[in-house]
């Protein structure tokens, strides 16, 4: 009988072991899905559209463009970064652009440029697998456009860039430079070229932003004016101008909020012609194109600054987690008359750690529990045995 109670005892044992197997698997998949699913639905399903500004009763209500900004993806590519970094980084980007796409319904998406990291060193063949990846993360329904500016990271720096590196960029992500959808206009500058230093490549952008120019001015004449003659008139909207490189701003020390710039940066002069455009391309860009709205990237901080004339510039942050514990992105509401913005934050990775972080110190102290209480069901068990057989 002593021997049959410490049998059942050692099965109440492995039954006891089986249950605790099946609550760590429950647990570790539930955390697993909460942390790499299920968040970014919990947390983009806060942001909302804002609200363009009413026109009086009577007036003819406008299109509405619901519009997604973001910047500065970094796709890393096979020279920087680990490959558990790399898959973890486009992981969370696929997701958190994904679960947007689906929970807000965006008619058109905006990349601010950086969209890789290595795009001024890649070879032929790792652009093609960079290229590829990047369809996969970003891929979306033909319901949505998706728009790309330049930037530096994707062909080199002015010094770097070539013909061959944009040519390759604009096979994939078109050379449009002036897009209009609902009677907004947006004018995509590749900013690198912004150099002022008269090279070849240089002076084709000031051509085609100068021609751009003329287009916009003669969509603001009346019709029929000898300059304009013939020609397809574009929307009478003032553009928004979208580019990699922000205007010139002496430093971050004016930008605030929880993701601009740490507070030991925000003071460093910014360089011309790496950090910021310089002056003069500034200038240049605010007097051609007259923009009611200017949206950047490129620092990988958050910032708006008022330019000359009232014109606003936002600085948008960087998409990934690998440059940010906070990323987000802008969304607009936009009319050819007016525009609202918006900010939606994305997961807090040191939020996500910390899950993690509590699940593993529960799943320890779970395990310790069991095997604390084994011991003693076991001996309880051969204590019965032994007092049977002295008996």
Wanted: proline share 4%; charged share 25%; glycine share 6%.
């Amino acid at each position: 009988m002593a021997l049959l109670r410490w049998g059942l005892g050692r099965q109440n044992v492995h039954r006891s072991s089986r249950v605790l197997l099946l609550k760590l698997t429950v647990i570790v998949i539930s955390v697993l899905l909460l942390c790499e699913y299920f968040i970014y639905y919990l947390v983009i399903f806060r942001c909302h559209w804002p609200e363009v500004k009413t026109l009086a009763p009577g007036d003819d209500q406008e299109p509405v463009l619901k519009a997604m900004f973001l910047a500065d993806t970094h796709l890393l590519g096979e020279i920087r970064g680990h490959w558990l970094d790399k898959l973890r980084r486009e992981w969370q980007m696929e997701r958190a652009f994904q679960t947007a796409l689906w929970l807000l319904q965006p008619e058109v998406v905006f990349i601010l440029g950086d969209i890789f990291d290595e795009g001024k060193w890649s070879t032929p063949q790792a652009w093609a697998d960079d290229v590829q990846r990047f369809q996969k993360m970003f891929r979306h329904g033909s319901h949505v456009q998706l728009k790309v500016v330049i930037g530096n990271h994707d062909i080199g720096f002015h010094y770097q860039m070539s013909k061959y590196r944009i040519k390759r960029f604009e096979e994939v992500f078109s050379s449009e430079r002036l897009f209009s959808w609902k009677g907004v206009n947006f004018v995509m500058v590749n900013s690198v070229a912004m150099e002022g230093d008269g090279c070849s490549i240089c002076s084709e952008v000031e051509a085609e932003l100068r021609e751009i120019s003329r287009k916009l001015n003669c969509s603001r004449e009346v019709q029929g004016s000898s300059q304009c003659e013939g020609e397809q008139r574009l929307p009478f909207s003032t553009p928004v101008l979208l580019q990699h490189y922000p205007l010139y701003r002496a430093s971050d020390a004016n930008c605030s909020g929880e993701d601009a710039a740490p507070p030991e940066e925000r003071n460093v002069p910014f360089k011309e012609k790496y950090d910021v455009l310089s002056q003069e391309a500034s200038q240049k860009l605010l007097w051609w194109l007259q923009p009611r709205l200017v949206l950047s990237g490129h620092t990988h901080s958050a910032c708006e600054v008022l330019h000359p004339g009232g014109v606003l510039e936002v600085s948008v942050p960087s998409f990934s987690w690998r440059n940010r514990n906070n990323p987000s992105f802008i969304m607009g509401s936009l009319t050819s008359r007016d525009y609202a913005l918006s900010k939606c934050y994305l997961p807090f990775e040191d939020r996500v750690l910390t899950t993690y972080g509590a699940a593993v110190s529960f799943l320890v102290l779970l395990v310790l529990a069991h095997f604390e209480r084994l011991p003693s069901s076991l001996l309880s068990g051969w204590k019965r045995c032994r007092m049977h057989t002295k008996r």
